[in-house]
């Protein structure tokens, strides 16, 4: 998959694109479908499937004070889009000049000019241009003038409601990665590099690999059964394991970060690609009275981690 991140990027390969367009965070089944709906129209007429987004998040420049909420970072995102075959990420700036766009220079200027898309595909809600002046009816107008087609895709639901960031958030917020899940298409993946800590899991029997949640939404606090994909090194791999979520606040910590410890797992991670897939709640974080009750506690979470994941496999 080719990322490209203006126009001065594009080649003549990267024209002639049928992509969608929208955020993505998360790239759950609603995304997901979308996505499907420019991929049938890329192969009927040979074309490259794109998508259109932006970075940063629309969200975080006019909230730029809101709590994280982001299910994914801009590289996990594209890693997700790879993986449904997207050829060209077209990741634009959303910078001073592209929020000053009325819907028609967008159409035009982006989509048309910029891009060279030969169609796009949206989500019925979808709303672009200054002041998020343009809808859907709108583009597909504007598609038909500038030369581009235009496919509404009509929102999916789960349980009757339309699958959504929001939702995912709250499944999270709630403590049910699998329902989450479910919205998905896939476990919540939490990616990034292993961080050094203060070292205490290793003492305590229990090595952990840390990893910062900076500008992500948090899920609930606690510990979680989960699967984790170690991506680069020569222990690359698929690896079960049990995580806490939180602040640690029995030392006192209060930058929240995710300390996760690989079931069956012997080498130094420092450093290395991980990917923590949440797979269910365990408990909430909490406070012991001694060291020795912590670990006793760390022990029944481990072994309980292992028998759901066990049985998910089975």
């Not at 996505?35 to 909230?63: K, N």
């Not at 200027?109 to 672009?128: K, P, Q, T, Y």
Request: glycine share 12%; aromatic share 6%; proline share 5%.
């Amino acid at each position: 998959m080719r990322r490209l991140r203006s126009f001065r990027d594009l080649d003549d390969t990267d024209r002639g694109a049928s992509a969608a367009i929208g955020n993505f965070d998360g790239v759950h089944l609603g995304h997901q479908a979308v996505i499907a709906r420019a991929a049938a129209v890329a192969r009927d007429r040979g074309a490259p499937l794109g998508v259109v987004t932006f970075e940063p998040h629309p969200r975080e420049v006019f909230a730029p004070d809101a709590p994280p909420f982001r299910l994914t970072g801009p590289d996990t995102r594209a890693h997700r889009l790879a993986r449904l075959g997207v050829d060209r990420l077209y990741e634009l700036p959303f910078d001073a000049a592209m929020i000053a766009l009325s819907p028609e220079d967008f159409a035009r200027e982006v989509l048309a000019e910029g891009l060279g898309l030969s169609h796009v595909v949206i989500g019925r809600d979808f709303r672009f241009g200054k002041g998020r002046a343009g809808g859907a009816d709108e583009l597909v107008a504007l598609g038909r003038d500038l030369g581009f087609g235009v496919t509404v895709a009509d929102l999916d639901d789960a349980d009757g409601e339309a699958i959504s960031s929001t939702r995912i958030r709250a499944a999270l917020s709630a403590g049910e990665p699998r329902l989450a899940a479910r919205l998905l298409g896939h476990l919540h993946r939490i990616d990034g590099p292993v961080i050094h800590g203060a070292k205490r899991g290793r003492a305590l029997g229990y090595p952990t690999a840390n990893m910062a949640m900076e500008g992500l939404h948090l899920p609930r606090l606690g510990v979680y059964a989960v699967r984790v994909d170690l991506l680069d090194g020569p222990q690359a791999g698929a690896y079960g394991g049990v995580a806490s979520l939180g602040v640690r606040p029995m030392f006192g910590e209060n930058a929240p970060n995710l300390e996760t410890f690989l079931f069956d797992f012997d080498g130094d991670l420092y450093g290395r690609e991980l990917s923590v897939g949440l797979v269910e709640f365990l408990r909430g974080e909490e406070r012991f009275d001694s060291v020795e009750t912590l670990v006793a506690q760390m022990d029944r979470d481990a072994a309980r981690a292992r028998a759901i994941l066990a049985a998910d496999s089975a």
